[in-house]
């Protein structure tokens, strides 16, 4: 029991030690940054100190302030009081003297001030006390010298700072605009190569002496491994990109190989909206730069929205090419279909718009709304709008989306005795008030905002999964699966979304979704005999007429019905169980939680090894199962935007972002912000305490 008693008593005591010293080396900190602002004259003649509880026996347990000018010891609860009572009142008996007065109008820098006895004569100067100012700034030169002038590592030897500055202009290269080359001149982080034993380096020398080799590296191996290739999938992005103040956009093509990997080929800077016809015009040079004369090596197109007349061109040129539309595009454009022709929605999107102006607008209902938000949210913030003459549906569902996120506090305003006495004098308030207190404005809001979101949700996973258009057809039926369960649920007919969404569809099918699902062995079905089939069954008959079409065109006039009879033949023979299995078989993603297929290469290896029977459709097939249903995916960086606009015409820059672009899309790195956000979330409380403790005392 004695034992635990003392342990008990030195656990207490390291905790008030600990405390004491927390609290003493705060009050250093503010000491050490207060020479000049509020604060800064009384912390020349007050010290922090550790005082001992017992003469020689444990440890620190006590932080006071010690007067300078005295050796007075006085509480540090609170240094400002202390400064008051003690030096300004009077207090202290030598705060009164020429040296005091003077360093109390403007103090010299802290750390220069030594502990001074009693009666000690006044420093004089020449130039009378305004020299006090002249030598604090002479003081505080001398320290920022003398703590610049650390000890730097030791050189690194040669190949070893050469390797070092190599790859750090490698990084600088991949990052684009991310990272400035010119803040690489800082001083900070030159004083920091010269910590780490390296060389100061000269930006300009750093990037340009990295830069043409290796760019030039860069694109001979993409060459390569598209010349290895036996046919590729040209992907584009960005005709559909935002108009911006300069109305320009970036249009990006990259490569897609039948082995999964996609390499970057170029970027270029247009106008925003481009013309369909000048779009056809760039993507058929493309296709031919990258064929060298041979397009057949093409498969494909999948281009972001626009006019679909340029890619039906193109594939009418070449009839074993396919071209398509961008799926999250074709999402992303439902979405607003809902906002411009849903009739529920716009009843919703213009009551929202009515009650979000009225917050907006009415000072009174404005101060009260802001105060009930603060105590939901935390923060307060007015709810988006936009003029009732200039809805876009961007404006539309953004005043939907606030409204639904804020609706406790607009619910709770509406029930505020002082927007009572509002409301009873003024007919718009009463007329929201009632809107605010209908319930069946509420839940049509909540069907609408769930219906956005049910969509939206989806285009997220196209964007991540990016999808083969193999996948396309199972998409549009997991959608409208999905929005039956929404009417069900919130008690709504969703015959008027369904039929949006069938028109959707039908502007963006193309026959070799149907070709590629059920050439997939990814979607074989096990019938009751246990063999493997391919899907015919849920394909439409205009569908399944869509399949012999589109394999017909393309294999030559001679292997048309040979390809035909062997769809028959794998039609009602399909896969070995054993293959298919293997093919089918799934893992954990340990990146997202859910299950993936194992091996998606072998969906197409199989068609090119067990089914080389098939020899007509096996050409088909190959250069189907691969194809994306979604363009190259690098996200539209303004400030790159920007920054090409600007170097138009310079060679380095379109060169570093050609290395910025290919090292994105060869990490698939579309998670920066996230990142980011991760890392600043990473503060310790602790030390976020202590600095809120140490603000508090100045």
């Excluded at 302030?65 to 050796?71: K, V």
């Excluded at 000890?151 to 684009?176: R, V």
């Excluded at 992907?235 to 249009?251: E, F, L, P, Q, R």
Aim: aromatic fraction near 6%; proline fraction near 5%; hydrophobic fraction near 40%.
């Amino acid at each position: 029991m004695e034992a635990e008693a003392k342990e008990v008593a030195g656990d207490e005591e390291g905790m008030v030690a600990g405390a004491a010293r927390k609290r003493y080396e705060r009050l250093v900190a503010v000491r050490s940054k207060a020479t000049r602002g509020k604060g800064a004259w009384y912390w020349a003649h007050l010290e922090p100190v550790m005082v001992v509880a017992a003469a020689g026996v444990g440890q620190p347990a006590e932080t006071k302030l010690r007067c300078g000018l005295c050796s007075a010891l006085f509480s540090a609860s609170n240094p400002s009081r202390t400064a008051s009572e003690h030096l300004k009142r009077g207090g202290c008996p030598n705060f009164s003297s020429p040296c005091s007065a003077a360093a109390a109008i403007d103090p010299r820098p802290i750390s220069s001030f030594p502990p001074l006895p009693r009666a000690k004569p006044a420093l004089v100067l020449s130039g009378g006390k305004e020299d006090l100012v002249a030598l604090a700034r002479l003081e505080d030169s001398v320290r920022k010298l003398k703590s610049s002038m650390a000890a730097p590592a030791s050189a690194l030897p040669e190949p070893q700072a050469d390797a070092a500055l190599s790859l750090l202009a490698d990084w600088l290269l991949e990052s684009g605009v991310a990272v400035s080359p010119s803040s690489l001149d800082h001083p900070k982080f030159q004083s920091f190569l010269n910590q780490v034993g390296l060389p100061s380096v000269s930006p300009r020398r750093l990037v340009l002496s990295q830069l043409h080799a290796r760019y030039l590296e860069v694109v001979s191996d993409s060459e390569a491994r598209i010349r290895d290739a036996a046919f590729f999938q040209l992907s584009s992005d960005g005709w559909k990109s935002s108009a911006t103040s300069s109305d320009h956009a970036i249009v990006s093509f990259a490569v897609n190989l039948p082995n999964g990997r996609t390499l970057f080929h170029r970027s270029m800077l247009t106008v925003s909206r481009a013309p369909s016809s000048y779009a056809e015009e760039v993507l058929r040079d493309a296709v031919a730069k990258l064929c060298e004369g041979f397009t057949e090596r093409c498969a494909g197109i999948v281009a972001d929205r626009f006019k679909k007349t340029a890619l039906r061109n193109l594939e009418s040129r070449n009839e074993r090419m396919v071209n398509l539309s961008c799926q999250l595009e074709a999402f992303n454009g439902l979405i607003k279909d809902f906002a411009r022709q849903l009739p529920l929605f716009r009843k919703v999107s213009g009551d929202c718009l009515k009650l979000a102006n009225f917050i907006n607008v009415q000072s009174q209902v404005r101060r009260i709304f802001l105060r009930y938000q603060l105590e939901e949210h935390g923060h307060s913030r007015l709810p988006r709008t936009a003029s009732v003459g200039d809805r876009q549906a961007s404006d539309e569902l953004a005043v939907v989306e606030d409204v639904m996120e804020f609706a406790r506090p607009i619910q709770m305003a509406a029930l505020d005795e002082d927007y009572k006495l509002a409301y009873q004098e003024e007919q718009p308030a009463g007329e929201m008030a009632e809107l605010i207190q209908n319930g069946g404005f509420w839940s049509e809001l909540e069907s609408v905002h769930s219906l956005v979101k049910l969509v939206t949700a989806m285009a997220h996973e196209i964007e991540l999964e990016r999808p083969l258009i193999g996948q396309c057809l199972p998409l549009w039926d997991e959608l409208r699966t999905r929005v039956r369960e929404w009417g069900v649920k919130h008690s709504m007919n969703s015959e008027a979304v369904e039929k949006l969404i069938e028109t959707r569809f039908l502007k963006n099918y193309h026959p070799a979704w149907s070709a590629a699902f059920v050439l997939d062995p990814l979607f074989l079905i096990k019938d009751a005999g246990g063999r493997y089939l391919p899907p015919f069954k849920r394909l439409s008959p205009e569908q399944d007429k869509d399949v012999g079409r589109l394999i017909t065109r393309s294999v030559s006039p001679e292997e048309a019905h040979i390809a035909l009879m062997e769809l028959m033949k794998w039609r009602s023979e399909g896969l070995d169980p054993f293959y298919a299995q293997a093919v089918q078989a799934k893992q954990h993603d340990p990146s997202t939680g859910k299950m993936k297929v194992a091996n998606p290469q072998s969906r197409r290896l199989v068609w090119e090894t067990c089914l080389s029977e098939f020899k007509c459709l096996q050409k088909v097939a190959v250069r189907l199962v691969f194809l994306h249903a979604t363009s190259c995916g690098i996200k539209r960086d303004s400030s790159l935007m920007r920054w090409m606009h600007v170097h138009a015409h310079s060679e380095a820059p379109k060169k570093m972002a050609f290395l910025t672009a290919h090292s994105k899309i060869a990490k698939m790195d579309s998670s920066t912000e996230t990142m980011d956000l991760d890392v600043l979330n990473m503060a310790d409380d602790d030390a976020l305490g202590d600095f809120a403790g140490a603000s508090s005392v100045l």
